[in-house]
Nanobody, 124 residues
């Protein structure tokens, strides 16, 4: 079992930046694909970004391409989401996710462990 704890959310003005962090427990973090999802009020849970176990492959939702960057530090068992040029429509609870079956490619439906979420609010 892996436990995921997100941090770094907050209130920011449109055009600003935030960096989310997700700290994972367990010694097998480096074998997991990791991802970020979000859910805004009244909207469905949606995929934001993913990164494979080694960090050399990433995947982004079209809505965040060019603005968000996912990265990982396997030595620290942490995955990050750098969010730039934030828009009010990015307002949501952001969740960290892991695919606990090791060494797999980024496949959105494979994510099977979730953090508690961190709120991001972008004001206009």
């Amino acid at each position: 079992q892996v436990q995921l704890v997100e941090s770094g959310g907050g209130l920011v003005q449109a055009g600003g930046s935030l960096r989310l962090s997700c700290a994972a427990s367990g010694r097998t973090f480096s074998s997991y694909a990791m991802g970020w999802f979000r859910q805004a009020p009244g909207k469905e849970h949606e995929f934001v970004a993913g990164i494979n176990w080694s960090g050399d492959s990433t995947l982004y939702a079209d809505s965040v391409k060019g603005r968000f960057t996912i990265s990982r530090d396997n030595a620290k068992s942490t995955v990050y989401l750098q969010m730039n040029s934030l828009k009010p429509e990015d307002t949501a609870v952001y969740y960290c996710a892991a695919d606990r079956r090791p060494y797999r490619a980024i496949i959105i439906s494979n994510f099977n462990s979730w953090g508690q979420g961190t709120q991001v609010t972008v004001s206009s």
